[in-house]
C-alpha cells in the first residue's frame, strides 16, 4: 500500500516544472556540443529523431503513472505486469542511470567553471577530466542537492519552480544573442567540413544515443517517480510529460542551431570532431566578444545541473523507497519521515552512492553515455508492461487511455532496441554487466523469502533472458557503423534488430498477461485504488 506519509503537495504547473528542469540540466551545457563534435550538422535531426523516440516512450508511462499514482512508479509498473524478476531487472537499471545523473550535474558544473577568466579555475579540470579540487567541490555541490530535499517535497518543489523558470529563461537568451552576434549558415553544408553528415547517417544515429539526447530526455521520469505527492495525477502526469518534452525539444534544437552557426571557419579548421570545449556555449561567446552572456552562462553552469541534480535526488530517494516496496531493498529505506514526509533513509543511501560515482568518473561525456545506455534498459518494459497490463487487468481504473496504444507500444519498443544498438559496440555489451552484478541482490532477497513465486516470476522473464544477450549479440556482429564486426551490412542490421525486437515486444506482452491476476494483485488494485 503506498505509503500515506506521503504529502500529495506538487500541483500540475510544477510537476511540469520538474520535468522539465530535469531535462534542462547539463544537457544543454555540453549536448549541442557533443552532438555536433559526433555528427556535424546534422546533429539536428539527432534532436528531432531523438525527441519523437523518447515521446512515445513516455507516452507509454504516462498511461502507468496516471494508473498507479505513486512515488518511485518507474521501478514499480514491470513487477505488477511481470513479477519480482523482470521488475528488479528494470528497478535496478533504471536507478543507476538516474542516481549517477546526480554526480554528473554536480560534475558539470564544475567542468564549466574551469574556463572562467581566473588562475584558480585552471585547476579544477585538466586532461579531459577534474582534479582532485574539482572532485571535492562537486561533493559539496551533491550535499547542496540532497540539503535541498531533506525538509521537504514542498521545500523542493518551490526550490524548484523559481531555478526551473530562470534555467528556462538563460537559454533563450542564449540563443537569441549568438543567433544575432554570428550565425555563419555556410557551416551547415560546406563541403570542405563534409557538408550536412560529414560524418555519414550512422553518426546521427550514434549521436542519438551517446552524444547526451537520450541522457537529457531522460528527465521525462521525474514527474512519473513524483506521481505519490502530485495532486490529481491522473490529468497532471500525461500533461506534465508531454509538455515538459515538447517545450524542451524547441529549445534543444534552437540550441544546436545557434551553436552550429557561431562557430567561425577559424574553429572549424580541423573538421566538426575536432571542436573540442569544457565549457561550449561560455567560450563560443567570448570568442564572439559577448562578455555578459559568457559570465550569465557561467552562472547558469551552478544554476541549471543544480536545479537537475536537487530534482534527481528527490526522485531516485522514491526510487529506493519504492524498491523496498517490491522486496529487494532492507526496510529501512521504505520509512518516510513523519513531519517532512520523504524517505531520508533513502536520500543518505543515494546520497552516498553518488559520491561513490564521482570519484569513478570525472568528466561529463564519459558518464553520460553509460547512463544513457542504462537508461534504455529501463526503457524496455514500460510498453511491454503497458499493454500486458491491458490484457490481464482491463477493469482496472485508467485516467489516461492512450487512443492507439497497440500501435504506440511496439513503435515505443523497437525505439529503445535500435537507441540500444546505436550505442555502439562494446557500450550495448555493457548490460548484461550491469544485470549480473544486481543478480546476487535478489537472489538473496528471493532465498530469504523462500523462493516464494520464483518459478512463476522466472517464466514471466524468459523473454528479458533472452532479449538482452541478443541484442548485445547483434551489436558484436552488427555493421562496423555502429562497432560491430561487420557481418551485418548497415541498414539490413537495423532492419534485424527492429524485427527481433518485435519478436520479443509480442513474447514479452504474452508472457506478463496473466501476472496481475498471481502475483501483487491485492498491491496493484490497492495502489490504483480499486477494491481487491
Given at each position: 500500500m503506498e505509503n500515506k506519509l506521503l504529502m500529495r503537495n506538487i500541483g500540475p504547473f510544477a510537476l511540469m516544472l520538474t520535468g522539465l528542469g530535469s531535462i534542462i540540466g547539463s544537457g544543454w551545457l555540453f549536448g549541442a556540443w557533443q552532438a555536433a563534435k559526433i555528427a556535424g550538422p546534422a546533429a539536428l535531426l539527432a534532436w528531432v529523431i531523438g525527441a519523437v523516440m523518447i515521446m512515445t516512450i513516455a507516452l507509454t508511462y504516462s498511461e502507468l503513472g496516471a494508473m498507479f499514482p505513486e512515488s518511485g512508479g518507474m521501478v514499480r509498473y514491470s513487477r505488477y505486469s511481470h513479477g519480482s524478476l523482470v521488475?528488479?531487472?528494470?528497478?535496478?537499471?533504471?536507478w543507476i542511470a538516474i542516481v549517477s545523473v546526480i554526480p554528473i550535474e554536480?560534475?558539470?558544473s564544475i567542468q564549466y567553471m574551469s574556463?572562467?577568466?581566473?588562475?584558480?579555475?585552471?585547476?579544477l579540470f585538466l586532461n579531459g577530466e577534474l582534479t582532485t579540487s574539482g572532485v571535492l567541490l562537486s561533493a559539496i555541490l551533491?550535499?547542496?542537492?540532497?540539503l535541498l530535499n531533506y525538509w521537504g517535497v514542498k521545500f523542493f518543489a518551490k526550490a524548484n519552480t523559481a531555478i526551473t523558470l530562470i534555467k528556462f529563461a538563460i537559454p533563450v537568451a542564449t540563443i537569441a544573442a549568438l543567433l544575432i552576434a554570428s550565425f555563419n549558415i555556410e557551416n551547415f553544408t560546406a563541403p570542405q567540413l563534409g557538408g550536412f553528415a560529414p560524418n555519414g547517417w550512422s553518426a546521427v544515429l550514434t549521436a542519438v544515443a551517446t552524444s547526451g539526447i537520450v541522457f537529457a530526455f531522460n528527465g521525462f521520469q521525474s514527474p512519473i517517480n513524483l506521481a505519490g505527492e502530485a495532486r490529481n495525477p491522473g490529468r497532471s502526469i500525461p500533461l506534465a510529460v508531454i509538455c515538459s518534452i515538447l517545450l524542451a525539444t524547441i529549445i534543444y534544437i534552437l540550441l544546436q542551431i545557434a551553436f552550429l552557426g557561431g562557430l567561425s571557419p577559424?574553429?572549424?579548421?580541423?573538421?566538426?570532431?575536432?571542436v573540442t570545449f569544457s565549457s561550449p556555449f561560455a567560450e563560443l561567446a567570448i570568442a564572439l566578444g559577448l562578455n555578459w552572456l559568457a559570465i550569465v552562462l557561467y552562472f547558469d553552469a551552478f544554476l541549471s545541473p543544480s536545479g537537475t541534480g536537487t530534482t534527481y535526488m528527490a526522485t531516485t530517494s522514491r526510487m529506493i523507497y519504492a524498491m523496498e516496496r517490491n522486496g529487494t531493498l532492507p526496510a529501512i529505506f521504505g520509512r518516510v519521515h513523519p513531519i517532512y514526509g520523504v524517505p531520508r533513509q533513502a536520500m543518505w543511501f543515494?546520497?552516498?552512492?553518488?559520491?561513490?560515482?564521482?570519484?569513478?568518473?570525472?568528466?561529463?561525456?564519459?558518464l553520460a553515455a553509460v547512463i544513457s545506455v542504462a537508461t534504455v534498459i529501463s526503457y524496455l518494459t514500460g510498453p511491454i508492461s503497458v499493454m500486458a497490463l491491458r490484457l490481464s487487468a482491463p477493469d482496472l481504473p485508467r485516467p489516461l487511455r492512450l487512443p492507439g496504444l497497440s500501435l504506440i507500444a511496439p513503435f515505443a519498443f523497437v525505439c529503445a532496441s535500435l537507441i540500444l544498438y546505436w550505442a555502439r559496440w562494446p557500450?550495448?555489451?555493457e548490460i548484461i554487466l550491469l544485470v549480473v552484478v544486481a543478480l546476487p541482490v535478489y537472489f538473496y532477497y528471493m532465498a530469504k523469502a523462500g523462493w516464494k513465486g520464483f518459478g512463476r516470476d522466472l517464466k514471466a522473464a524468459w523473454w528479458m533472458i533472452g532479449y538482452l544477450?541478443?541484442?548485445?549479440?547483434?551489436?558484436?556482429?552488427?555493421?562496423?557503423?555502429f562497432g560491430g564486426l561487420g557481418l551485418f551490412p548497415y541498414g539490413l542490421d537495423m532492419l534485424i534488430v527492429a524485427s527481433l525486437s518485435l519478436g520479443f515486444y509480442y513474447w514479452g506482452v504474452k508472457s506478463g498477461s496473466h501476472m496481475c491476476h498471481h502475483t501483487g494483485e491485492n498491491e496493484v488494485n490497492d495502489v490504483a485504488n480499486v477494491p481487491s
Open positions: 521488475g528488479f531487472i528494470s528497478a535496478w537499471a533504471n554536480a560534475e558539470a574556463t572562467w577568466p581566473y588562475a584558480w579555475a585552471g585547476q551533491v550535499i547542496v542537492y540532497f577559424n574553429q572549424l579548421a580541423n573538421g566538426w570532431h575536432m543515494n546520497l552516498a552512492v553518488a559520491l561513490v560515482f564521482m570519484f569513478f568518473f570525472r568528466g561529463w561525456d564519459s557500450l550495448t555489451g544477450p541478443t541484442l548485445a549479440l547483434c551489436s558484436y556482429i552488427g555493421s562496423r557503423e
